[in-house]
């Protein structure tokens, strides 16, 4: 019954490697969206995707770029990995006017 | 500005009690999401409401759109309903309360 998967539950990386953080939805959505959760601060937008390499910079996008080459999957890119961006990141995938999915969650660790 | 404000931000009640959680938002979001999330766990959608009212065994959300205000109800809480709860509305994107985090004692 799994509709939202992100490739890793926990994920430990040094500084200046490039991170791919993976999610996949299997209910043909249209909108995919990734977040990253941190404390005090909540979930805050990194990039959004309206359809298949379409993509929308959120509120957060700096020191991240995204790839949706299919409707099933939404890759987020730590092009080179910092210790502030360690967080928990969220994927969520949604049809417009119907329930949002969300996955489990990556917690990724810089060190 | 934060287009969904929710309340209390923290909440300890006994097992038992009926509990309340409030979420206001502005204009521009045409719908409002419920959502769960246990410690260390992910995220959890437990409604989505553009009108009107849902129930889902001992969880009752209500939304008033002339208000722009929804609530979220616990009838008979339990321990495991101990999490974090969001409110978050949805237009072109979502927008996120800041979480109320609930604690039910045994």
């Known amino acids: 019954d799994v509709k939202v998967t992100q490739s890793s539950r926990y994920l430990v990386k040094r500084t200046g490697e490039k991170v791919f953080l993976e999610c996949v939805q299997d209910m043909d959505h249209e909108n995919m969206f990734w977040y990253r959760q941190d404390p005090g601060l909540g979930l805050r937008l990194i990039y959004f995707s309206y359809d298949v390499k379409m993509k929308e910079k959120g509120d957060i996008p700096e020191g991240y770029s995204v790839s949706r080459e299919k409707k099933e999957r939404f890759s987020l890119i730590l092009e080179s990995a910092s210790t502030n961006q360690t967080s928990m990141y969220l994927c969520?995938?949604?049809?417009?006017?119907?329930?949002?999915?969300f996955g489990q969650g990556t917690r990724l660790t810089v060190v | 500005k934060n287009e969904v404000e929710q309340s209390p931000q923290n909440l300890t009640a006994q097992e038992g009690e009926f509990i309340t959680i409030n979420c206001s938002y502005s204009?521009?979001?045409?719908?409002l999401h419920w959502l769960q999330q246990h410690p260390g766990g992910g995220i959890v959608s437990l409604f989505m409401?553009?009108?009107g009212k849902k129930k889902h065994g001992r969880l009752i959300a209500t939304i008033n759109i002339q208000e722009k205000h929804s609530s979220l109800h616990i009838t008979a809480s339990h321990p495991r309903d101990s999490a974090v709860y969001i409110c978050?509305?949805?237009?072109?994107?979502?927008?996120f309360g800041t979480g109320t985090s609930l604690t039910v004692i045994p």
């Open positions: 409401l553009s009108s």
């Open positions: 978050a509305g949805t237009g072109n994107q979502f927008y």
């Open positions: 969520a995938s949604r049809q417009v006017g119907t329930e949002a999915f």
């Open positions: 204009v521009g979001i045409s719908a």
